[in-house]
Structure formats: C-alpha cells, structure tokens
C-alpha cells in the first residue's frame, strides 16, 4: 500500500520548464554584472531606473518585438530576446507584489 501523500493545492514546481528557469538566472545574472550587484544582496533593479513599471514594460515589448522580427538572439549579451523579455516581466510581477506588500503593511 501507497502512502498518502496530500498535494492537492500545493505549487507544481516541476511544471516549469528547468531550461527556461536557467536562461531567466543567466538574464538576471547579465543584468547584476551589466549594473551592478547590490552590496546589500538585494537585487540591483528594484533600485532606480528598474523600479519603473512603464520602462518594464517597454523593455519587455522591445525584446518581444526583436524576436517577432526574427532576432531571436540579443547581440548584445548572446541571450535569446524572450528570455530578456521574461527577465522584465518578471521584474514587472515583483513590483506589483512589493506594491501589494506596502498596502497590506499600512
């Protein structure tokens, strides 16, 4: 006999794909080497420029714009244009949760 295992609800990590992951670490790895790493360990864009949800946003539309025309590398770094997308969003996604923390905490 199985043992129970009770995961209903929980997260399925294993759905994300294990490459995609790497290549997001790899853009926000390029990005802390490009700007900077933070001294505190934080990371580096939710400081300044980064923290700007509309710059975000261009910058992923740019990137995604890049691979609709068939760049699907970036020359500048070697990493694909949809990576450097997801990198933004991603960004994107923590703003609006450090926003949502600063409402609760009030």
């Not at 006999?1 to 926000?28: A, I, N, S, T």
């Not at 590398?73 to 703003?95: F, K, R, S, Y």
Request: with cysteine; glycine share 8%.
């Amino acid at each position: 006999m199985r043992p129970k295992k009770f995961d209903k609800g929980k997260p399925m990590y294993h759905l994300f794909p294990v490459e995609v992951h790497e290549q997001v670490v790899q853009g926000f790895t390029y990005g802390a080497e490009k700007y900077g790493e933070s001294p505190t360990g934080e990371p580096n864009w939710r400081k300044g420029q980064g923290h700007n949800p509309n710059r975000l946003i261009s910058a992923a539309y740019r990137h995604i714009a890049e691979y609709r025309k068939g760049n699907k590398i970036d020359p500048e770094n070697g990493l694909p244009h949809l990576t450097a997308a997801i990198c933004n969003l991603v960004m994107l996604q923590d703003l609006e949760n450090e926003k949502s923390r600063i409402i609760k905490d009030r």
